[in-house]
């Protein structure tokens, strides 16, 4: 069973630029998240969805994130502008019970 | 709101030792608890979980932890470390309740080094 894939896996901007992050999930899994791990610590949830439609997204800072996920199977989590303090690994999971994560995307912002 | 609190940022161990890396947390009712561990430049991989019934539970590697809902812990063990079990290793929480979101709360994880 091929695993989560993200896409790019290293990524390095200048701030107030803006980046893309791409997450194909496990055939078959209706649930996708997306994560932010900021180095040190544990991931945090960005945002939820369940097929198409947004779960949670409490946690996304909405003045300059967005995710969609238009056809119920890939995703992809834009920030725009990019922050210093947005430097972290982007982690894209995908469960039908466990969930299951891909390798991330570490984006540096200088 | 849910937490999950782990109290080690590094635990050294010399292999062939038992390991312990410890966990707890606080969630309201009924929780589901997860340990996944990450490897350098790769994502997070599902080591073993706890829902119900037995405290002891074993997961991938050799790998166990112990459920204790009186001390609202949730450490991972195993018997005789090896070298390649060196990584970082997280404990999440879920609340168990109809309906929810599937929220993980991850630690803030602890860095294991199993030393030669």
């Known amino acids: 069973e091929a695993g989560v894939a993200q896409s790019p896996r290293y990524k390095i901007i200048e701030k107030r630029q803006s980046v893309a992050f791409w997450c194909n999930p496990i055939?078959?899994?209706?649930?996708l998240y997306w994560y932010q791990q900021i180095l040190g610590q544990g991931p945090k949830l960005l945002i939820q969805?369940?097929?198409?439609?947004?779960?949670?997204d409490s946690q996304l800072p909405k003045d300059r994130f967005s995710a969609e996920r238009l056809k119920g199977v890939d995703s992809t989590l834009k920030i725009q502008p990019a922050k210093l303090e947005d430097s972290a690994v982007y982690l894209c999971?995908?469960?039908?019970?466990?969930?299951?994560f891909g390798p991330g995307t570490r984006l540096t912002v200088t | 709101a849910q937490s999950v609190a782990q109290p080690e940022d590094q635990v050294n161990v010399a292999e062939g030792n038992p390991l312990t890396v410890k966990c707890t947390y606080s969630?309201?009712?009924?929780?589901?608890l997860f340990w996944y561990v990450q490897y350098p430049n790769r994502g997070l991989q599902f080591l073993l979980k706890?829902?119900?019934?037995?405290?002891l539970v074993k997961g991938s590697y050799g790998f166990e932890a112990e459920f204790n809902k009186s001390q609202t812990s949730f450490h991972l063990k195993k018997p005789s470390a090896l070298v390649s079990d060196s990584a970082l290793y997280f404990c999440?929480?879920?609340?168990?309740?109809?309906?929810?979101?599937?929220?993980?709360?991850f630690g803030s994880g602890t860095q294991l080094t199993v030393l030669p």
């Open positions: 999971a995908s469960s039908s019970s466990e969930q299951y």
């Open positions: 055939s078959g899994h209706a649930t």
């Open positions: 969805f369940q097929n198409n439609g947004v779960v949670d």
């Open positions: 969630v309201s009712g009924n929780p589901y």
């Open positions: 706890y829902i119900t019934g037995d405290n």
């Open positions: 999440a929480v879920r609340a168990l309740i109809t309906g929810s979101a599937r929220q993980l709360t």
